[in-house]
Structures are given as structure tokens and as C-alpha cells.
């Protein structure tokens, strides 16, 4: 080692080489040195991710939250949400939105099918008035649509207030309608069908329709039904005739049928037999027509 040091100390270079060791050992120094600085830089960052990211889950967890070691508390794998019908209640009447094919009907074989009343009656009674002024056939008549409206929309249209009926107690749900004439698409009546339901069993109960219509798209034979007046500013309803015959091929249905001013109000009920056993109660038959028609006439009474 000592004749290697004696051997290069008698080396020598000239200046100009010189300074270019010295300007190359230099940067070497410089480099070697920002290289540091960028190892300590980066690890600076990583150490500051890693203590804002325990801070954070720190503050999502309340210090009062213990950890869930009784296995009961834990969530299982076969839990699930259960998404109830929407409801609202109305005193004691509870609305539910389900579509009216999911109650299950009494049977229709050899009786007038629910629903084919005064809805019937109002297109007849159009269909008449067509033909008494000579309309051609293909513009004859009128049509009932699934539409939804709100009581403003009947209220814009026909000129009058409307007023929510007192339902009657239980569960129901409704479908809307209206009556549209079929020559000029003009809306000539609103339906609202409020059918009643066993929420255990969805069998039918009873249904109660309200009509609102303006009396002109009609024969002057809409009078001939009017049963409700008013009379010193008080309601008048007619007596209803009882049902007798619980038997009869027509379901039970009754119509209360209120004119003022141009403008018709029609509530109308209908109900089937009771079946027991596979034969009809007459008993609890003649009490449900009884309740419905009580029904029908409070339904009528918050309508005018």
C-alpha cells in the first residue's frame, strides 16, 4: 500500500483535467445529497398519510363505541330489509298501495262483475245523447282511462271545491279513472274507486266509488237518479231501500246522485255476499249491506 501511495504521489495532471475531477466530485455530492433529500421527503409523506388516516378513523369512531364481541349482535349473512307497502292513515282508514289485482275478488259467475254500475250508466246515458243529434257512429260514445288527478285538477275543470271524503275505518286502496269522450279526447267525469280489503286474508270487501261530472255531456235522464238535495243549506238524502234478497245475481250496490248548478256528484257502494261453507250467510250478508249503505251515506254527507 505504501509504494501505491508513493506511485500516485508522483503522479500529475495537467489544470485542465484537474478542475474537471473537481467540478465531477462536486456533483456527485450535489446529486448524492437530493437524492437523500427525496428519500426523506417521501418517507416525511408516507409517515403524514398514515397519521391522518388513524386521526380520521379515530373520529368516525365515537370513543364511547365497544367493539361487538357477544356474536348474537352481530349482523347476519341472511338478514334482510323487508319493504312495507307505503300507508297512510286517515283517521281510522289505512291506505295502502298495492294494485287492486292483489285483492282477491268474490266470484262473479252469474252475476253483473264489480264495478259496472253507474260508470256503465254514465256512458250509456252519452252514447243516447250522441245519437239524438246525429253524430256519426264512430264518434258515438265515450271511454273510461286509468289516469291519476289530483282535486285541484277536478276542481280547475269543473269549477267547483272539492272536499276529501271521511273514509270509512279499515284498509283499503284506490284506482283512479276518466271519462273521456271519444270524439274530441275532452274529459267529461273523475272516478276515484276506494276498494276495502281483509289486510290478512286481501280478500274483498267492499268498494266505494266517487264521480264528479259536469251535466251537460249527459241525457236530462241524470236527474231521474238524483236523490240528494239541499235544502235551507242542509243535505237531503233520500231513504235508501233495504236489501232483502242476499241471493240476488246483482251484487249489493247502491248510488247516491247529487246535481247543483251543472255539476254532479255520484257516490256509489257496492258489496257481495258473505260465503260460509260455500253458501251464503244471510245473516252477516244483510249486516254488511247495512253497514255499507251507512257508510255510503257519510261518504255522500263530506262530498256536497
Known sequence: MKAYNEYMDNISVSDTLHRKFVTCAANAKLAHRSTSVRRYATAFACLAVILLGVLTVQRLHPENTMPITDSSQLPKATDSVVTKPDATVQSNAVYHNIDISQIIMPTTEGKVPFGFF??????????????????????????????????????????????????????????????????????MAYRTDYYYFDKDTMEFQNRFSIFYFAEDHFAEKIKESQNVTKVNGEIHIDDLSSSTNANAKVPHVRKLVYLENGIGIAVEAEADAVIAGGKVDEEKSLELYEQTDKQLITLMDTSV
Open 118 to 187: 253507474f260508470e256503465q250508466w254514465l256512458m250509456m246515458m252519452k252514447q243516447e245523447k250522441d245519437l239524438s243529434v246525429g253524430l256519426h257512429p264512430q264518434s258515438l260514445g265515450s271511454h273510461w282511462d286509468d289516469r291519476q288527478f289530483t282535486n285541484e285538477d277536478i276542481t280547475s275543470s269543473l269549477n267547483i271545491s272539492v272536499i276529501d271524503p271521511v273514509l270509512p275505518d279499515g284498509d283499503y286502496t284506490t284506482k283512479q279513472h276518466v271519462l273521456v269522450d271519444n270524439a274530441t279526447d275532452e274529459i
